[in-house]
């Protein structure tokens, strides 16, 4: 089965950067994705690494090394909007569901405060 | 404005009643998600939908039931049989299931007491 971990919650100041991390037990693997969801809200997607490397979007990268089952979500000069929670998700074939079944991680709570 | 309609927002209902969870897109995607979350939780997939017609069982099918008769509507019953029922239920939808993209609903949150 897959596996997913990341932290479950991180607090860090306005203006500043963020990493959230994380790693993933699957085979067949095809590509991590990051959605954010705010309280009570639906999640909306990121971004989406395929390859190993750096993809960058305005002020959010994302961040991918197969051979180590390791991705990142940088979040930079940091706004009190971006308070919400955070998903990774891998994209892979090994599910019963078929392939490209997304399977999430538990969600990592970012407090951004003053 | 393409998207996704999920209704309604707030659900209540009394235990052992089947209760059934509206979704509908416009966004001409041809595949179609239910997840449910719970507190502190990530996003568990129920069923998915292809194609018209067509619907698949996910990681925690059992006392839920789909249909997916029109290309844009994939209606979610939760049934009595289901133990644990009360959650956030979220309704996705992607160009197909090759996508890595899926667009969501805004949600129904259910209570059954």
């Known amino acids: 089965g897959q596996s997913l971990e990341q932290p479950s919650e991180v607090t860090a100041v306005e203006g500043a950067i963020v990493q959230i991390n994380c790693t993933y037990q699957t085979s067949g693997f095809y590509g991590l994705s990051w959605y954010q969801q705010h309280d009570g809200g639906a999640p909306t997607f990121l971004s989406y690494?395929?390859?190993?490397g750096l993809e960058e979007t305005g002020r959010f990268s994302s961040f991918l090394s197969r051979s180590d089952s390791y991705g990142y979500l940088l979040l930079q000069e940091l706004q009190m909007k971006d308070s919400a929670s955070y998903f990774c998700?891998?994209?892979?074939?090994?599910?019963?569901?078929?392939?490209?079944?997304?399977?999430f991680g538990k969600g990592t709570k970012l407090s951004v405060i003053p | 404005d393409g998207g996704i309609t999920q209704s309604p927002k707030y659900l209540f209902r009394k235990e052992g009643q089947n209760v059934t969870l509206s979704c509908e897109q416009n966004l001409n995607h041809d595949a179609m998600y239910w997840y449910r979350q719970d507190p502190g939780q990530g996003l568990r997939l129920i069923y998915y939908?292809?194609?018209?017609?067509?619907?698949q069982k996910g990681d925690i099918a059992e006392g839920y039931s789909v249909s997916r008769e029109k290309k844009e509507s994939f209606p979610l019953t939760v049934t009595s049989a289901q133990k644990n029922p009360t959650a956030f239920y979220l309704c996705?939808?992607?160009?197909?299931?090759?996508?890595?993209?899926?667009?969501f609903g805004p949600g129904t949150r259910l209570t059954v007491t």
């Open positions: 939908s292809q194609i018209v017609n067509d619907f």
């Open positions: 998700a891998v994209r892979d074939s090994d599910s019963g569901a078929g392939s490209y079944q997304l399977t």
């Open positions: 996705a939808s992607s160009k197909g299931m090759d996508s890595y993209e899926q667009y």
């Open positions: 690494n395929a390859l190993d």
